[in-house]
């Protein structure tokens, strides 16, 4: 029989979490290190919900990975006993012809998913909380929803400790080297080797690693929560939504349906010189895109965010994330720049973690992403 192999985890928020349940799963000693505890909203997590979607507006090679994310979504939820995603669909909006809506159908059509396309009329009557524009159609993802990124992280760490996982909480990592045929990984309170790691440190990845041959540019994201007017948003149907244009952004109905909360894209968020000192407070000018944005397409939004917060996440040009071994060191998996959209993968890249630290290529389809190194069979 093989030997039980021993697996750090550096970082276990959203990714390392995922990593840290599925390597535990899979019968190895997992050893996780996290600079705060997980489930904490410091980095690229947090802030009470994300969308989950089946469809891809990015790329239509998602498709297969979102597959294989929900049903170990599934498993999570029934190991855990929480209602970590709620599915109620998530509307893209906008011109029929914007790109995005192109990729959107591709992706359906391609993997023949649930869907529904709605034109401008049929939207106005049936989503009356939008202001819709000329030109401008939607597609209905069925088999979509929320996400809990607290809970989630929270809930994979707890569970991986039930299956035999060991996280040491406030614990910074201070330096990854490779070691014979393993890793070296050390702390202010020494060193220890392991046969692989996997670094899933998020928007810390310069910090930690800052020769990395790659760039990840780390953004500073600003999440706001609105409060409806009325009964506009009091319908049955309460899905996630993204605008494609003008201005890309999204919303997501609070799981308690008190407030809307909305994001914005890649390029309306401020760079992060180093992430060990974000600025978590948000000027008032920071909100004259949000109010541009109510006033234009979501008038059944009061203008003044009851919520504001303030997150990291690393964005690679490309928006594909790395993936693979870090070089030299060929036991070391890093995942990072997942670039706005990877908390609903978080599950099948936690796997394919799990499948690259134990066994050092994975059958999962990821060659389109950045892999680093060798990958596949
Ligand atoms: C506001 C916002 C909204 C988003 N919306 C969506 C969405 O709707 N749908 C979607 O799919 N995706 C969404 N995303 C993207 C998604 O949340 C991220 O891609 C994902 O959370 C990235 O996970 P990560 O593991 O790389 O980083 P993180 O979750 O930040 O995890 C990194 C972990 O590493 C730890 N760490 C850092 N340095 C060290 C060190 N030296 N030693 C030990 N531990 C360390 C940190 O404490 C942290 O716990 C959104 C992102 C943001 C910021």
């Known amino acids: 029989m093989a030997a039980r192999k021993r697996v750090a985890v550096v970082g276990v928020g959203t990714m390392g979490s995922q990593a840290a349940w599925r390597l535990a799963a899979r019968g190895a000693e997992v050893v996780g290190f996290d600079r705060f505890a997980p489930g904490h909203d410091r980095g690229a997590a947090g802030g009470e919900t994300r969308i989950f979607r089946s469809a891809h507006f990015e790329d239509s090679r998602y498709v297969p990975l979102l597959r294989h994310a929900d049903g170990l979504w599934r498993r999570l939820q029934e190991e855990t006993g929480r209602e970590l995603r709620r599915l109620t669909g998530c509307l893209l909006m906008g011109p029929t012809e914007h790109h995005q ?26 989503f009356p909380q939008y202001r819709i524009e000329d030109g401008d159609a939607a597609v209905l993802d069925r088999h979509a929803g929320f996400l809990r990124p607290e809970l989630t992280v929270l809930s994979a760490a707890r569970r991986a400790e039930e299956l035999g996982a060991k996280i040491h909480r406030y614990t910074p990592v201070r330096e990854i080297a490779p070691s014979g045929d393993g890793v070296v990984i050390s702390t202010d309170a020494g060193s220890e080797r392991f046969d692989a790691a996997v670094v899933t440190v998020g928007p810390w990845v310069n910090d930690l690693l800052p020769d990395l041959p790659w760039e990840v540019d780390v953004r500073r994201v600003v999440s706001a929560w609105f409060v409806p007017v009325g009964d506009t948003w009091a319908g049955e149907e309460r899905p996630a939504f993204i605008r494609t ?130 990958t596949a069979a």
Do not use: W
């Open 245 to 374: 244009a003008p201005v890309h952004c999204y919303g997501l109905p609070s799981p308690d349906g008190v407030t809307v909360k909305m994001g914005l894209s890649r390029q309306l968020h401020r760079p992060v010189a180093d992430p060990n000192s974000l600025d978590r407070t948000v000027q008032p000018e920071e909100l004259d895109v949000f109010t541009e944005l109510l006033r234009r397409h979501l008038p059944g939004l009061l203008p003044d965010p009851v919520r504001l917060s303030v997150f990291m996440e690393g964005y690679t040009e490309s928006s594909r994330p790395l993936v693979g071994p870090l070089p030299g060191a060929e036991n070391a998996i890093l995942l990072a720049g997942f670039s706005g959209h990877g908390f609903k993968l978080s599950p099948a890249m936690g796997d394919i973690a799990a499948d690259l630290a134990l066994d050092g290529h994975t059958d999962q389809p990821i060659e389109f992403m950045t892999t680093l190194g060798r």
């Open 101 to 126: 809506m192109a990729t959107v159908l591709q992706s359906i059509a391609e993997h023949d998913l649930d869907h529904e396309v709605i034109d401008a009329e049929a939207l106005a009557k049936r």
